[in-house]
């Protein structure tokens, strides 16, 4: 396990994360197609927000179960929250986000969003 930590771009929202890093997700469906998301996804207890209680705007799309959370501010959106395939919650961090994650290093797993 390793503890990251990461936040928005104007430095309103901070979180901190415990998880495995080391794979992205990225996603083509019609929102992560536009945010170029990689994507990282622990269970919603090990991360938490440091920073920026309320200072995010929820954004739903197609069955709404996911919250993407977007800094009401600068508008980067550093993490969302959902719920994994068998309904525990969980929280998806933009791995762009983290503070000193080598984006080039990561192993990149594709995910076939748009189909679904
Ligand atoms: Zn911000």
Redesign the pocket.
């Known amino acids: 396990m390793t503890k990251i930590t990461g936040?928005?771009?104007?430095?309103?929202?901070r979180f901190e994360a415990e998880g495995e890093f080391s794979t992205a997700f990225e996603c083509n469906c019609s929102h992560c197609a536009m945010k170029g998301f990689k994507l990282a996804f622990v269970p919603r207890d090990n991360f938490s927000l440091t920073q920026g209680e309320g200072?995010y705007t929820t954004y739903h799309f197609n069955k709404n179960v996911i919250d993407h959370n977007f800094?009401s501010?600068?508008?980067?959106e550093a993490f969302g929250y959902g719920v994994g395939p068998d309904g525990s919650e969980m929280a998806a961090i933009n791995l762009r986000c983290a503070d000193g994650v080598n984006l080039e290093t990561l192993n990149i797993q594709h995910v076939n969003g748009k189909d679904f």
């Open positions: 936040g928005c771009h104007c430095g309103a929202i200072a800094c501010t600068c508008g980067v």
